[in-house]
């Protein structure tokens, strides 16, 4: 994955293993620190250049507050934010108080591909719900091009309409996967619609803040409706 990584142009990557709390996915920050230090080595070896950095895609459960706190699961990057995995059908009862703990307790919430939850393609203006307590919204590549099915692909466009997203992430398991190879195509097709600058901060800008802790930038919307307008797209909106 990494030579795919590295041939694809990305010189930093975060490691986000699964982490479930309740079941055996629960690697601990030493195992994925020790899992990332033999990385290196093979990426050494192969003379890559690429930077793996420590991080976790945490199912969004009640005991994920007081787990962050304790120190039990990674962080993204041991600052403060944290990649929460929403479900693919529906939100668990008590999903708004559980980001109002997690926000509570000083942790900075981004939100992995909520474009592939049922519950919200259904009814977009939990979206809105979610913009509104200052949630950060990241999606897949391949949402855009359809890879998650044609409902993540409409909520993929909804969102960028609306200036909602705030990082683009390749959500990839294996090196097989045809994420790379159409991360060319996606890139052309996101900028098509929100346009080069609003590209750039979603692929570049926002992950680089993340990186360092810092807070997010939100879209232009102004450059995604002349770039519609440019490109005569108006009657998607
Ligand atoms: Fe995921």
């Given amino acids: ?8 142009g990305y010189r930093q990557v975060v490691a986000t293993p ?22 290196k080595k093979a990426i050494r070896y192969e003379s890559l250049h690429l930077t793996v950095l420590p991080g976790a895609e945490i199912a969004l459960g009640p005991q994920v507050p007081d787990l962050l706190e304790q120190g039990v699961i990674q ?13 693919f059908q529906r939100l668990p009862m008590g999903w708004k108080q559980f980001f109002f703990e997690l926000k509570s307790k000083g942790f900075t919430p981004l939100l992995a591909h909520p474009e592939r939850c049922e519950q919200l393609t259904d009814k977009p203006k939990l979206f809105e719900d979610l913009v509104s307590m200052e949630i950060y919204l990241q999606v897949n590549w391949g949402s855009f091009l359809g890879h998650h099915g044609s409902k993540a692909k409409i909520a993929a466009f909804y969102l960028a309409s609306r200036g909602y997203i705030h990082c683009l992430a390749t959500d990839s398991h294996r090196p ?25 901060l979603l692929a570049r800008g926002n992950p680089l803040r993340v990186l360092r802790g810092e807070p997010l930038v939100d879209m232009d919307v102004e450059d995604i409706r002349s770039e519609a307008k440019r490109r005569r797209l108006w009657g998607i909106f």
Avoid: C
């Fill in 1 to 8: 994955m990494a030579l795919v990584f590295e041939h694809a």
């Fill in 18 to 39: 699964h982490t479930v709390p309740g079941t055996k996915w629960m690697p601990s920050p030493a195992t994925i620190r020790e899992q990332i230090a033999e990385l």
């Fill in 75 to 87: 962080s993204l990057v041991d600052n403060s934010y944290v990649l929460i995995e929403p479900p």
């Fill in 176 to 200: 097989d996967q045809h994420f790379v190879d159409s991360l060319e195509h996606g890139a052309a097709t996101v900028e098509k619609f929100v346009g080069p600058k609003n590209l750039d």
